[in-house]
């Protein structure tokens, strides 16, 4: 079945670029998302890209993905203590027939101010 | 509007008692979810009804039963849990659950069950 792989951990300082990477195997994915998950809360949708493109970007957040190497990121410029949280990638997997997300393990995402 | 809200926020019950868990939305969503979530892990798909018909079972036991009176609203019936049922409970809502094309799952922020 399909595997999404994050790392567990990212600390950085306020101020500065967080860079949240996800690897799939689903070489099939149509969709990928980014959700964000605060402490005791549900999962807030950041952004999603269309396995077409290589980048998307809104606002402070870009994605970038590397269909060939099933590699998938999400920088978050300027980061704040406010983007302290867990940060989900997801697959929606094929275009067709069962379509339901695949989530990564989480990256924990702390900000030192 | 991308809300889906979820009652109650908190739920503790014993292994014997028989409760409800509630999720509503009123985005025009035809296809409806059930994840459970285990502290430090990612959701796991319970459940999920496109036009209010049960289209994907992940296996869940019997304790838990899903119902779906109308496209605005999903319930989740709880009967005999155990302990290790104890977990973040999130809903989601999502345009079709079948067509081509994106189809954005959105969130309830989840109820929190506690069974003893």
């Known amino acids: 079945g399909e595997d999404v792989e994050q790392s567990l951990f990212l600390s950085v300082r306020e101020g500065d670029s967080s860079v949240i990477n996800c690897t799939y195997t689903?070489?099939?994915?149509?969709?990928l998302y980014w959700y964000k998950q605060e402490p005791g809360a549900g999962l807030q949708l950041l952004t999603y890209?269309?396995?077409?493109?290589d980048m998307k970007q809104d606002q402070r957040l870009t994605v970038l993905l590397n269909k060939k190497d099933k590699h998938l990121s999400l920088r978050i410029a300027d980061t704040q203590t406010g983007d302290s949280a867990i940060y989900f990638c997801?697959?929606?997997?094929?275009?067709?027939?069962?379509?339901?997300?695949?989530f990564g393990s989480g990256t924990r995402l702390q900000v030192q101010p | 509007d991308t809300e889906v809200t979820q009652t109650p926020k908190h739920l503790v019950m014993g292994m014997t008692n028989k409760k409800s868990l509630k999720c509503e939305q009123h985005?025009?969503?035809?296809?409806m979810y059930w994840y459970k979530q285990k502290a430090k892990k990612p959701p796991e798909l319970m459940f999920v009804?496109?036009?209010?018909?049960?289209?994907i079972n992940e296996s869940v036991p019997s304790r838990f039963s899903p119902e779906c009176p109308n496209s605005s609203l999903l319930n989740l019936h709880l009967h005999a849990l155990q302990p290790e049922d104890s977990a973040l409970y999130l809903c989601?809502?999502?345009?079709?659950?079948?067509?081509?094309?994106?189809?954005?799952?959105?969130f309830g922020p989840g109820t929190r069950l506690t069974v003893l």
């Open positions: 997801a697959d929606l997997g094929r275009d067709t027939g069962r379509r339901a997300l695949t």
């Open positions: 989601a809502s999502s345009q079709d659950g079948r067509a081509r094309g994106t189809d954005t799952q959105y």
């Open positions: 985005m025009g969503h035809r296809a």
């Open positions: 890209i269309f396995s077409n493109m």
């Open positions: 689903d070489s099939s994915s149509t969709y």
């Open positions: 009804y496109s036009y209010e018909k049960l289209s």
